[in-house]
């Protein structure tokens, strides 16, 4: 089965630095990918997906690297501001699945002044 | 409303007690996804529903839980007989098709606690 986890329960980041936060998973065929957001008392926020025929992809301060022969996901946080303290899912499935993902248990990452 | 809307937000209830939560997908979105997240923990899955085929229940713990999907939009999710195990927030998440390759959107949860 889908096996998706994160190296680092707990990221603190000074404010406009960079945030890289990691994800590995242990299912070759895993072929799509999301990152979510998750503020307290919210539910998770979509902020960028990647399929497995990209290596990188890149949003609004944000970028996604896919590393397939090491299985390994993760996001990067541009000038990491304030509001960008959450927790951080990420989020695998496979193609022949109808998108029942697996979750990681989470980051949280912590901005300080 | 644009997004996934649940109700309540929070509920408190006595062990014992049968409770419902209710999920308002995005219009147009043909899968429904429920999930429990309980504290410090990812996501676990708890049932499916895409179009007008049978959903998949792999996920409910017990028969105490059960959910329908009415008219392919909002769902119900129900739990009998509460018990303090049961605490936890649950989440909807609706989807566009093909269902594998959109994200879920997320509605904020309902907090629910078993006294």
């Known amino acids: 089965g889908e096996s998706v986890g994160l190296h680092l329960p707990t990221l603190s980041v000074q404010e406009g630095d960079n945030s890289i936060i990691n994800c590995a998973y242990s299912?070759?065929?895993?072929?799509?990918f999301i990152w979510y957001k998750q503020e307290s008392g919210k539910g998770p926020q979509f902020i960028i997906d990647i399929r497995s025929n990209m290596d990188k992809r890149q949003g609004q301060r944000v970028t996604v690297l896919l590393n397939k022969t090491v299985k390994h996901l993760s996001l990067q946080i541009a000038a990491t501001q304030p509001g960008d303290s959450a927790v951080y899912f990420c989020a695998a499935t496979t193609t022949d699945s109808w998108g029942k993902f697996q979750f990681g248990a989470g980051t949280q990452v912590v901005v300080t002044p | 409303g644009a997004g996934v809307s649940q109700s309540p937000s929070n509920k408190v209830t006595e062990k014992g007690k049968d409770v419902e939560l209710r999920c308002d997908p995005i219009s147009g979105h043909t899968a429904l996804y429920w999930y429990r997240q309980s504290l410090g923990q990812g996501l676990e899955f708890l049932i499916y529903f895409q179009g007008n085929s049978a959903p998949d229940k792999s996920g409910l713990p017990s028969d105490r839980f059960s959910a329908e999907r009415t008219g392919g939009s909002v769902s119900t999710l129900t739990i009998q007989r509460t018990q303090q195990e049961d605490s936890a927030v649950y989440l909807c998440?609706?989807?566009?098709?093909?269902?594998?390759?959109?994200?879920?959107?997320f509605g904020d949860g309902t907090r629910l606690s078993i006294l």
């Open positions: 998440a609706s989807s566009s098709t093909p269902p594998g390759r959109q994200p879920q959107h």
């Open positions: 299912n070759s065929a895993s072929d799509y």
